[in-house]
Nanobody
Framework: QVHLVESGGGLVQPGGSLRLSCLVS????????MGWFRQAPGKEREFVAG????????WYASSVKGRFTISRDNTANTVHLRLSRVKPEDTAVYYC?????????????????????WGQGTQVTVSA
């Protein structure tokens, strides 16, 4: 029913930029908070960024704050993550997720278990 499909991953040099996109179908997208998480080999899944249903509130992990930007287009049912000034430690599989309950309007936006739907992920590799 609900599908989240990430795209835009790939190879990028340190200091470079790229934009990830997540297309959501099967739900009233404008009602959901959205988040981005990532997982590197051998590491736990970690929160990257979140955005409230209206887009009025955003949340960022300290490791990416000032470098990454989350945004959404409720007309296109799409959430984006712009990665700028990337570092090798940004290398990971990036996942988008939908938060039906908290809607990324509070601290629950940081917590993976608060999200109800997940995409398949897209690989981002930062390497010279």
């Amino acid at each position: 029913q609900v599908h989240l499909v990430e795209s835009g991953g790939g190879l990028v040099q340190p200091g470079g930029s790229l934009r990830l996109s997540c297309l959501v179908s099967g739900r009233t997208f404008s009602n959901d908070g959205m988040g981005w998480f990532r997982q590197a080999p051998g590491k736990e899944r970690e929160f990257v960024a979140g955005i409230s249903a209206s887009g009025s509130t955003t949340w960022y992990a300290s490791s990416v704050k000032g470098r990454f930007t989350i945004s959404r287009d409720n007309t296109a049912n799409t959430v984006h993550l712009r990665l700028s000034r990337v570092k090798p430690e940004d290398t990971a599989v990036y996942y988008c997720a939908a938060d039906y309950s908290e809607r990324c309007s509070g601290l629950g936006c940081y917590i993976a278990d608060e999200y109800e739907a997940w995409g398949q992920g897209t690989q981002v590799t930062v390497s010279a």
